[in-house]
């Protein structure tokens, strides 16, 4: 599939098929992911992934929609903000990066036939107990990665014209 196609054709899975998932797939995807541009290359992301059978309980407390642990992977993509490029004001840039990490391995997924929703309205707490994370290590967003069972809806998007400003705002 041609980019512009795929990103037409991606969309936000709230429905999921309890099929395995190829671990060649799962492999790409993560590969996706680590190829990803990273402020200075320092790639402080980590991602933790979470085979859902028998834990759906559990996973529900990170987010509590029954959909969200259907999928047979859940991934969870952290940062590591004490590892990360810090601009001169201050910024760090590891929302950016894992952002980007993120979005890199959801645009592979949907290449692969595969199904996400990126989710960032999950209990950050119930994340860092479940999945063990280490202190510093912060869980940014996650995403479900299964095969669809639900089809795209419409997607709305603002027009171009809205959302671009040329020299100047």
């Known amino acids: 599939m041609e980019f512009a196609e795929l990103i037409q054709a991606r969309y936000s899975v709230r429905g999921y098929k309890p099929d395995p998932i190829e671990e060649e797939k799962l492999q790409?995807?993560?590969e996706a992911a680590r190829?990803?541009?990273t402020?200075?290359?320092r790639q402080a992301i980590q991602f933790v992934v979470v085979h859902t059978?028998?834990?759906?309980?559990?996973?529900?407390?990170i987010y509590d929609r029954d959909w969200f642990a259907r999928a047979p992977i859940v991934i969870c993509a952290c940062g590591i903000p004490a590892d990360n490029w810090v601009r001169n004001d201050g910024k760090n840039y590891n929302d950016v990066?894992?952002?980007i990490a993120m979005d890199h391995l959801i645009l592979a997924a949907a290449d692969a036939g595969l199904g996400t929703c990126w989710i960032g309205a999950f209990d950050p707490e119930a994340a860092r107990e479940l999945l063990g994370l280490p202190e510093g290590v912060e869980p940014i967003a996650f995403t479900p990665l299964g095969y669809p069972a639900v089809e795209a809806g419409t997607k709305k998007r603002?027009?171009?014209s809205e959302l671009v400003r040329y020299e100047r705002w």
Do not use: M
């Open 28 to 30: 790409g995807v993560l």
């Open 35 to 37: 190829l990803a541009p």
């Open 39 to 41: 402020a200075a290359n």
């Open 53 to 61: 059978s028998g834990r759906e309980e559990e996973l529900g407390r």
């Open 97 to 99: 990066d894992v952002a």
């Open 158 to 160: 603002k027009d171009l």
